[in-house]
C-alpha cells in the first residue's frame, strides 16, 4: 500500500514535466522523409522495446548541385540523394567547454577537438550506408574500420600487429614541421611517449596510467619508413584492434618536432598536424576557427576525384547556456548540435520545422555513488537507491514513452552479441531493480540508516537538470535528502572525472553505463586505478575479468565473459540506473552527410573526438543556403 501512495505522489509530482506519448510519436517522424532507420545496431533488450536508431541524412528540399567540383560519377549510390558535393562555405557548431588543453598526451577536455588538425591509423568507412550501420554509437566494429594513416593492416601471429602506413601523406606545411612527410617513426615516436615504451620515454602519460594497454604493449618498432609492427602480451585481437581504433582523443599522432621544440601541445599556436583542417584563431571562452588546410592529402571515398576537404572553415563557438545554443539554431547561426533533450526537440519541431532532427542513444543516464566513501560503500544503500526511482513512471511520463523503461548495466543495449540485456536478468537481479520505497527504506534501515541520511550531488550543469530533481523527490520520499551543486562542464570534469575530489554522488550529462565503447575497453572501465573509474569502484572479481580476457583467443568465451561481468555488475549496483534515453542530433536542410554520427561535432564534455574525419566529409548547399534567406 504504502509503495502504491508513493508512486501515486510521484506520478503528480512528474505530470508537470511529463511528455505526451504523441509529441513522441510526432518525433519519430522528424527529420526528412527520405531518412532510413538503421537495422543493424540495435536490438531489443528489455520489455519495453527500444528505440531504433534512426538515420536521417538529407534535407527535405531537393539538394541543389550548383557549384559542383566534382569529376567522378557515382550513380546508383546511395549517397546520390544528397546532391553533388561543393567546395567553400563554412560551418559552425556549438561547444559546451573551452579549451583547457589541446595535447592528446594529457587528454584533456580539449584534446579531442585535436581530430581536426592531428589524424589515426584508422577512421570510419564513409561509403557505407547508414541503413546498415549508422556510426551513433561510439563502437566501431572491425568490419566497419577503413585505414586512415594506415593503408592497412595485418595479424602476423596472435600478438603481432603490423601496420602499412600510407604513403604520400605530409604534415601541415607550419614549423617545425615545414610538410615533411609522415612516416612510421612518428607512430613509434607516439605510442613511446603515451605508453612510455622507450625513446626517451619511460612513464605512460597521465591518461594512461593504469590503463592496461600500457601492461599489455610491449613493443612498437618501425621496421622501415612505411611499416610499424606491434607486439603485445595480449593474444585476443579484439583487444589489440581496439586499442587504436577507439575515437578516443588519445590515439590522435602529434608531431615529433612541435614537442621537442616546446614541450607540449596544449598551446593553441603549436597545433599541427597531417589533418583536414588547420587551427588558425581561437578566443578564449568565445570560438575556434578551423581552416581549410590546402595541401591535404585525403580525397573523398565518394567522389575519388575529390580532394578534401570541401568547407573552408568550421567555427566552433563556446555556448555554456543551453538557450542560447538553441537560439542560434534557430537562426541558422549554427549548422548542427548534438544532444538535445526530447523536450527541447519536441519544442524545436514545433518552431522549426525545418530543422533535421535525428534521434541518437547515447547511455544509461545513471547516479555516480562514490564507491569508497560511506553510505555508498555498502551495497544495501546502493540497492535502496535504485529501488527508490521509479523508472517505469519517469519513462512513461517524462519521456513521453520515447525511451526504455529498463534500468541497464555496462553494456550498451545496442551491441548486439555482447550486452548483457534486461530481458536475460534473472527475476531476483530483475526484482533489485524495481521501484519499492517500502523495501527500499528496510534496506536502509538494515545498512544502519533507518531515518535516512543527506548527502550532495556535484552535477554538470550540460546535464538534465530536470530529471535529477525528480530524482531528488524519489530520494527524499524515503529518507535521503540531497543537496544538488552544479558545475560548467570543464570544471565538472577537473572535479570529479580528473581530481576524485566529489565525496559523495556525481551526475554528468551523458551516462556512466550502457556506453557503446569498445567491448573489450568495458572490461578495464571499473578496474582499480583506471583513471575513467572515477567512482573508485575496487573490486576483486571486477579486477579478475580483464586479465582473462587479455589471454583468450576464444570470442566466444570472451562474450561470455562480458555478459558475466555485466551480471555481476547489475548485483552489486555499482552504479545508480536511470533511463537509457535518446538525445536529439539536429541539422540546418543545407549542412549535408551529417547524419549524426557518433562525436563527429561533439561528445559531452571531451569535444568532437571525429571532427576532423566528418567535417573535411560534410559540405554546404550554399544555393539552398541563400534560398532559405540564411
Given at each position: 500500500m504504502e509503495g502504491k501512495k508513493e508512486k501515486l505522489k510521484h506520478k503528480v509530482l512528474l505530470l508537470?514535466?511529463?511528455?505526451?506519448?504523441?509529441?513522441?510519436?510526432?518525433?519519430?517522424?522528424?527529420?526528412?522523409?527520405?531518412?532510413?532507420?538503421?537495422?543493424?545496431?540495435?536490438?531489443?533488450?528489455?520489455?519495453?522495446?527500444?528505440?531504433?536508431?534512426?538515420?536521417?541524412?538529407?534535407?527535405?528540399?531537393?539538394?541543389?548541385?550548383?557549384?559542383?567540383?566534382?569529376?567522378?560519377?557515382?550513380?546508383?549510390?546511395?549517397?546520390?540523394?544528397l546532391g553533388v558535393p561543393q567546395y567553400g562555405g563554412e560551418m559552425t557548431i556549438p561547444s559546451t567547454m573551452d579549451l583547457p588543453g589541446l595535447d592528446p598526451y594529457y587528454n584533456l577536455g580539449g584534446a579531442a577537438m585535436t581530430s581536426a588538425w592531428m589524424e589515426k591509423l584508422g577512421g570510419?568507412?564513409?561509403?557505407?550506408?547508414?541503413?546498415?550501420?549508422?556510426?551513433?554509437?561510439?563502437?566501431?566494429?572491425?568490419?566497419?574500420?577503413?585505414?586512415?594513416?594506415?593503408?592497412?593492416?595485418?595479424?602476423?601471429?596472435?600478438?603481432?600487429?603490423?601496420?602499412?602506413?600510407?604513403?604520400?601523406?605530409?604534415?601541415?606545411?607550419?614549423?617545425?614541421?615545414?610538410?615533411?612527410?609522415?612516416?612510421?617513426?612518428?607512430?613509434?615516436?607516439?605510442?613511446?611517449?603515451?605508453?612510455?615504451?622507450?625513446?626517451?620515454?619511460?612513464?605512460?602519460?597521465?591518461?594512461?596510467?593504469?590503463?592496461?594497454?600500457?601492461?599489455?604493449?610491449?613493443?612498437?618498432?618501425?621496421?622501415?619508413?612505411?611499416t610499424v609492427v606491434t607486439t603485445w602480451k595480449s593474444t585476443n585481437p579484439e583487444y589489440i584492434s581496439e586499442t587504436w581504433e577507439s575515437i578516443g582523443g588519445e590515439n590522435a599522432i602529434e608531431n615529433s618536432e612541435a614537442v621537442t621544440q616546446w614541450g607540449d601541445l596544449n598551446?593553441?599556436?603549436?597545433?599541427?598536424?597531417?589533418?583536414?583542417?588547420?587551427?588558425?584563431?581561437?578566443?578564449?571562452?568565445?570560438?575556434?576557427?578551423?581552416?581549410?588546410?590546402?595541401?591535404?592529402?585525403?580525397?573523398?571515398?565518394?567522389?575519388?576525384?575529390?580532394?578534401?576537404?570541401?568547407?573552408?572553415?568550421?567555427?566552433?563557438?563556446?555556448?555554456?547556456?543551453?538557450?542560447?545554443?538553441?537560439?542560434?539554431?534557430?537562426?541558422?547561426?549554427i549548422d548542427a548540435a548534438d544532444n538535445l533533450s526530447l523536450q527541447q526537440?519536441?519544442?524545436?519541431?514545433?518552431?522549426?520545422?525545418?530543422?533535421i532532427q535525428i534521434g541518437v542513444p547515447y547511455s544509461c543516464l545513471t547516479i555516480d555513488p562514490r564507491f569508497d566513501?560511506?553510505?555508498?560503500?555498502?551495497?544495501?544503500?546502493?540497492?535502496?537507491?535504485?529501488?527508490?526511482?521509479?523508472?517505469?513512471?519517469?519513462?512513461?511520463?517524462?519521456?513521453?514513452?520515447?525511451?526504455?523503461?529498463?534500468?541497464s548495466s555496462l553494456t550498451s543495449m545496442y551491441e548486439t552479441g555482447w550486452a548483457y540485456p534486461y530481458n536475460q536478468w534473472p527475476q531476483a537481479l530483475k526484482d533489485s531493480f524495481a521501484y519499492d520505497p517500502a523495501a527500499a527504506k528496510k534496506l536502509l534501515s538494515d545498512a544502519g540508516y533507518p531515518t535516512g541520511f543527506n548527502t550532495d550531488v556535484v552535477a554538470d550543469a550540460a546535464g538534465d537538470l530536470d530529471l535529477l530533481q525528480i530524482i531528488k523527490s524519489y530520494f527524499a520520499a524515503v529518507g535521503i535528502n540531497m543537496e544538488i551543486r552544479t558545475m560548467d562542464s570543464a570544471s565538472w570534469t577537473a572535479f570529479v572525472r580528473n581530481g576524485h575530489k566529489y565525496d559523495a554522488l556525481a551526475y554528468r550529462s551523458s551516462g556512466q553505463i550502457g556506453m557503446s565503447y569498445e567491448p573489450i575497453r568495458q572490461f578495464s572501465r571499473y578496474t582499480t586505478g583506471y583513471v575513467a573509474n572515477y567512482t573508485l569502484v575496487s573490486?576483486?572479481?571486477?579486477?579478475?575479468?580483464?586479465?582473462?580476457?587479455?589471454?583468450?583467443?576464444?570470442?566466444?568465451?570472451?562474450?561470455?565473459?562480458?555478459?558475466?561481468?555485466?551480471?555481476?555488475?547489475?548485483?552489486?549496483?555499482?552504479?545508480?540506473?536511470?533511463?537509457?534515453?535518446?538525445?536529439?542530433?539536429?541539422?540546418?536542410?543545407?549542412?549535408?552527410?551529417?547524419?549524426?554520427?557518433?562525436?563527429?561535432?561533439?561528445?559531452?564534455?571531451?569535444?568532437?573526438?571525429?571532427?576532423?574525419?566528418?567535417?573535411?566529409?560534410?559540405?554546404?548547399?550554399?544555393?539552398?543556403?541563400?534560398?532559405?534567406?540564411?
Open positions: 508537470g514535466v511529463s511528455l505526451l506519448v504523441v509529441a513522441a510519436v510526432l518525433l519519430a517522424s522528424c527529420g526528412n522523409t527520405t531518412g532510413k532507420t538503421s537495422t543493424t545496431t540495435s536490438t531489443t533488450t528489455s520489455t519495453t522495446k527500444a528505440p531504433p536508431i534512426s538515420d536521417t541524412t538529407s534535407s527535405t528540399t531537393p539538394a541543389s548541385t550548383s557549384g559542383s567540383t566534382s569529376t567522378g560519377s557515382s550513380a546508383g549510390h546511395w549517397w546520390d540523394k570510419d568507412d564513409w561509403t557505407l550506408d547508414p541503413a546498415v550501420f549508422s556510426y551513433h554509437i561510439a563502437w566501431r566494429p572491425n568490419d566497419y574500420m577503413k585505414g586512415l594513416l594506415a593503408q592497412s593492416w595485418e595479424f602476423t601471429d596472435p600478438s603481432t600487429l603490423v601496420f602499412h602506413l600510407r604513403q604520400g601523406v605530409h604534415w601541415q606545411n607550419i614549423a617545425p614541421a615545414n610538410g615533411r612527410e609522415f612516416t612510421s617513426a612518428d607512430v613509434v615516436y607516439h605510442f613511446n611517449r603515451d605508453y612510455g615504451l622507450g625513446g626517451g620515454f619511460t612513464k605512460p602519460s597521465p591518461y594512461n596510467v593504469g590503463n592496461p594497454i600500457q601492461s599489455n604493449l610491449v613493443s612498437v618498432t618501425a621496421t622501415d619508413k612505411y598551446d593553441w599556436h603549436h597545433a599541427i598536424g597531417t589533418g583536414p583542417f588547420m587551427l588558425t584563431d581561437y578566443v578564449s571562452g568565445a570560438s575556434v576557427t578551423l581552416s581549410r588546410n590546402p595541401t591535404y592529402w585525403g580525397y573523398d571515398e565518394r567522389y575519388p576525384k575529390n580532394q578534401l576537404p570541401y568547407l573552408d572553415t568550421v567555427k566552433i563557438l563556446i555556448i555554456s547556456d543551453a538557450a542560447t545554443t538553441l537560439a542560434a539554431i534557430r537562426t541558422g547561426k526537440a519536441q519544442q524545436m519541431k514545433k518552431t522549426n520545422p525545418e530543422i566513501s560511506k553510505p555508498f560503500s555498502d551495497e544495501k544503500v546502493r540497492q535502496a537507491m535504485q529501488q527508490a526511482i521509479d523508472l517505469p513512471t519517469i519513462a512513461a511520463t517524462y519521456y513521453g514513452g520515447t525511451s526504455p523503461a529498463d534500468p573490486d576483486p572479481t571486477i579486477d579478475g575479468m580483464l586479465p582473462k580476457a587479455l589471454a583468450s583467443t576464444d570470442m566466444n568465451y570472451i562474450k561470455q565473459l562480458l555478459q558475466d561481468e555485466n551480471k555481476y555488475f547489475a548485483q552489486q549496483h555499482f552504479e545508480i540506473s536511470l533511463i537509457y534515453a535518446n538525445t536529439f542530433s539536429v541539422c540546418q536542410p543545407w549542412l549535408k552527410g551529417f547524419s549524426a554520427q557518433n562525436a563527429a561535432i561533439s561528445s559531452g564534455s571531451s569535444g568532437p573526438m571525429t571532427l576532423g574525419f566528418y567535417a573535411s566529409r560534410f559540405w554546404v548547399d550554399q544555393k539552398l543556403k541563400k534560398s532559405l534567406g540564411k
